[in-house]
Nanobody, 124 residues
């Protein structure tokens, strides 16, 4: 079992930055991969970024490459999403997720554990 708690969302002007954090607890830290997903009103929950449990391999959705960075802090058992050059279309509820196994994946169905979400609103 893995527990996830996100924080760091908020209101930001287009072009600005935010850093989302996700505190984890439960299983051995490096046995599971972590990901960030987002869901805009009336839309599906989409993949944003993921990071493996071992070698820190990362994957990104094309629309955030070069703007967002996912990272994990082993000592703090936390995963972060640094978001820069934010756009209004980045507005969504952002969810942290963990999957059984250390290999990072991009498919929502691969993630078993989810946080409660944190709202990010980007205004122009």
């Amino acid at each position: 079992q893995v527990q996830l708690v996100e924080s760091g969302g908020g209101l930001v002007q287009a072009g600005g930055s935010l850093r989302l954090s996700c505190a984890t607890s439960g299983r051995t830290w490096d046995t599971y991969a972590l990901g960030w997903f987002r869901q805009a009103p009336g839309k599906e929950r989409d993949f944003v970024a993921s990071i493996s449990g071992g070698d820190t391999t990362t994957y990104y959705q094309d629309s955030v490459k070069g703007r967002f960075t996912i990272s994990r802090d082993n000592a703090k058992r936390a995963v972060y999403l640094q978001m820069s050059s934010l756009k209004p279309e980045d507005t969504a509820v952002y969810y942290c997720a963990a999957r059984d196994g250390p290999v990072a994946r991009m498919e929502r169905s691969q993630y078993r554990y989810w946080g409660q979400g944190t709202q990010v609103t980007v205004f122009s």
